[in-house]
């Protein structure tokens, strides 16, 4: 995405994001509870229209420097994130070697792969260094890409490697972190790199 456009849909999301400067902070704790009872237990899509609530909803708690818990019963399982001290709730994303699972409500680094049990962290770091591989096909410069001889054809089947690596995931390693580890996983159903859209995991 060229930083225009993504500065252009940041605009559009904040705009989305000032209805909840007219809740006070019971309404919108009490709201933020309702929302991670929905979502307790699942794996949900980032591109989900109750996701992208939910994160808006957050990233106002965040800013008010609002805890759910003082104003609302929080749902079972969602225990406070040491990062900020809102309810755990990671977002997966790609970038989960470097990264580790966002917070939702922060966007800091909610837990490092290195604190999962050691049986999910070799798993994800599997999945992770070998999805890096394959995304990585979409930055290649010149040099790299006029080696294949067909860049095109190499890109295209990078894409439909990574989307089958996002099912799998998704079929496979996340179901093992829920509710075990997480009260609820969010993914990032998408890589603009690769032109891999949310539909394309349908």
Same mark, same amino acid.
């Given at each position: ?66 805890? @759910?818990?003082?104003? $609302?019963?929080?749902? &079972?399982?969602?225990? #406070? /994130? ?5 309810? !755990? ?44 591989? @394959?995304?990585?096909? $979409?930055?290649?410069? &010149?040099?790299?890409? #006029? /080696? ?5 054809? !190499? ?48």
């Amino acid at each position: 995405m060229h930083e225009e456009d993504r500065e252009a849909l940041d605009r559009l999301w904040e705009e989305y994001r000032l209805i909840f400067d007219g809740f006070d902070d019971p309404s919108l704790a009490r709201f933020m509870a309702q929302l991670l009872g929905q979502i307790n237990g699942g794996i949900w899509r980032a591109s989900h229209p109750i996701c992208g609530l939910l994160r808006l909803a957050a990233h106002t708690c965040h800013q008010r420097g609002l805890r @759910v818990g003082r104003h $609302a019963r929080v749902p &079972e399982g969602y225990e #406070a /994130a040491a990062c900020c001290g809102a309810p !755990v709730l990671p977002l997966f994303t790609r970038d989960v070697l470097e990264r580790g699972f966002i917070c939702t409500f922060c966007d800091g680094t909610l837990m490092s792969l290195d604190d999962l049990p050691a049986e999910q962290k070799e798993v994800v770091g599997v999945w992770a260094r070998q999805y890096a591989e @394959v995304h990585d096909v $979409a930055h290649w410069d &010149e040099r790299q890409r #006029a /080696a294949t001889g067909d860049y095109e054809e !190499v890109y295209n089947r990078a894409a439909q490697q990574g989307t089958e690596m996002w099912v799998e995931l998704v079929d496979n390693i996340l179901p093992t972190l829920v509710p075990e580890i997480f009260p609820a996983v969010i993914w990032e159903d998408q890589d603009e790199c690769l032109d891999i859209r949310p539909e394309d995991l349908a």
